[in-house]
Nanobody
Framework: QVQLVESGGGLVQAGGSLRLSCAVSGRTLSTYAMGWIRQAPGKERDIVAA????????YYADVVKGRFTISRDNAKNTVYLQMNSLKPEDTAVYYCAAGPLVSTAVRGYHSWGQGTQVTVSS
């Protein structure tokens, strides 16, 4: 019953910044934990960052700590991923996902968006 639509992906040079947005629609939007999941070619899907329903708790994968920031604005029904100091290894399809709790595993999220491509050139 929740729908997610990502936007903001694109091509950026190494060291640059990009902000992804996820528009969320549904009947109980503020009750969901939200995560950003990415999949690079030939690699498994991994949780990049996650945030609790009220924004009080966050999780970041070690490889993005200090560079990425997840936030949410429940009034606007939007989740963001601010990505700074981008590296070529950040190149992936990024998915917005919803789940009942903050999880470090992709199986913890039951609703996914269509994904948005992020490409970081070297």
């Amino acid at each position: 019953q929740v729908q997610l639509v990502e936007s903001g992906g694109g091509l950026v040079q190494a060291g640059g910044s990009l902000r992804l947005s996820c528009a969320v629609s549904g009947r109980t939007l503020s009750t969901y934990a939200m995560g950003w999941i990415r999949q690079a070619p030939g690699k498994e899907r991994d949780i990049v960052a996650a945030i609790s329903f009220n924004g009080a708790s966050t999780y970041y994968a070690d490889v993005v700590k200090g560079r990425f920031t997840i936030s949410r604005d429940n009034a606007k029904n939007t989740v963001y991923l601010q990505m700074n100091s981008l590296k070529p290894e950040d190149t992936a399809v990024y998915y917005c996902a919803a789940g009942p709790l903050v999880s470090t595993a992709v199986r913890g999220y039951h609703s996914w968006g269509q994904g948005t491509q992020v490409t970081v050139s070297s």
